[in-house]
């Protein structure tokens, strides 16, 4: 990274296409560095700070959804998957290992720039210089609007991607109140539509598991209509 610009992290094996997106990126005022695989990658990240991560599915050895796993057991950096694969399966499966977006080949690199934008302006929405920062409490958790945290009952920072972030603020504003899941991909990743809808329940699924201590005591209800409610009473702390 040679700049104070955002940096993007391309790990794709492709040369082609890594010289394509590099080269389309740096021109709209990016820093870019572009490696060949998850060996690379490691190195890369070992001594480098990213701001978000352009991962390719099928890369040799190592693959993109493992290591997008891999990531996410201690970093909530964003990545957005790059994908051949055209079954809705397939894309829910990038959501389910903790990828913030997805992104069909061959694309448009007009629309990979977009998505890393949208994504990139999700992530650093909260984060502008200004008043204290706005901060929301449920059942002993604490969601912190501007730095983008959430904290157990105990005090502990629970690790949220983007993604994640996004829905349960999505959740907490909307409190008690029914959202389909057209309402929740609008709130959140900007797309609604009946293609996409089993991408928020995986990612409600994510979100469960990481705030509820039963399954029985779920704070996210599932409603008939095809929809979910966020249950607890949300106030500011």
Same mark, same amino acid.
């Given at each position: 990274m040679t700049d104070g610009s955002q940096n993007i992290l391309i790990v794709e094996d492709d040369k082609p296409t890594r010289d394509l997106i590099s080269r389309y990126l740096r021109d709209h005022q990016f820093s870019v560095d572009a490696v060949a695989n998850g060996k690379e990658m490691d190195r890369y990240l070992s001594k480098d700070r990213v701001d978000l991560i352009v991962l390719d599915l099928m890369l040799p050895g190592e693959d993109g959804l493992s290591l997008c796993r891999r990531l996410r057991t201690d970093s909530t950096t964003p990545i957005i998957i790059l994908t051949a694969k055209g079954e809705d399966l397939d894309r829910i499966l990038d959501l389910e290992m903790g990828a913030d977006d997805y992104l069909a080949k061959p694309f448009n690199p007009r629309e990979l720039l977009a998505r890393i934008n949208a994504v990139l302006r999700?992530? =650093?929405?909260? !984060?502008?210089?200004?008043?204290?920062?706005?901060?929301?409490?449920?059942?002993?958790?604490?969601?912190? !609007?501007?730095?983008?945290?959430?904290?157990?009952?105990?005090?502990?920072?629970?690790?949220?991607? %983007?993604?994640?972030?996004?829905?349960?603020?999505?959740?907490?504003?909307?409190?008690?109140?029914?959202?389909?899941?057209?309402?929740?991909? %609008?709130?959140?990743?900007?797309?609604?539509?009946?293609?996409?809808?089993? =991408?928020?329940?995986?990612?409600?699924?994510?979100?469960?598991?990481?705030?509820?201590?039963?399954?029985? =005591? =779920?704070?996210?209800?599932?409603?008939?209509?095809?929809?979910?409610?966020?249950?607890?009473?949300?106030?500011?702390?």
């Open positions: 999700r992530r =650093s929405s909260g !984060l502008a210089t200004g008043a204290t920062a706005a901060r929301l409490k449920f059942q002993g958790w604490t969601i912190d !609007l501007r730095l983008r945290e959430l904290r157990d009952p105990q005090g502990a920072q629970v690790p949220l991607t %983007s993604a994640e972030f996004d829905l349960l603020q999505a959740f907490c504003e909307r409190a008690g109140r029914v959202l389909t899941r057209d309402n929740l991909l %609008s709130m959140t990743r900007g797309r609604p539509g009946a293609s996409f809808g089993r =991408s928020i329940d995986v990612l409600v699924s994510r979100l469960r598991r990481k705030l509820d201590r039963t399954e029985e =005591s =779920s704070v996210i209800k599932t409603v008939r209509i095809g929809g979910y409610v966020f249950t607890p009473v949300v106030e500011e702390a």
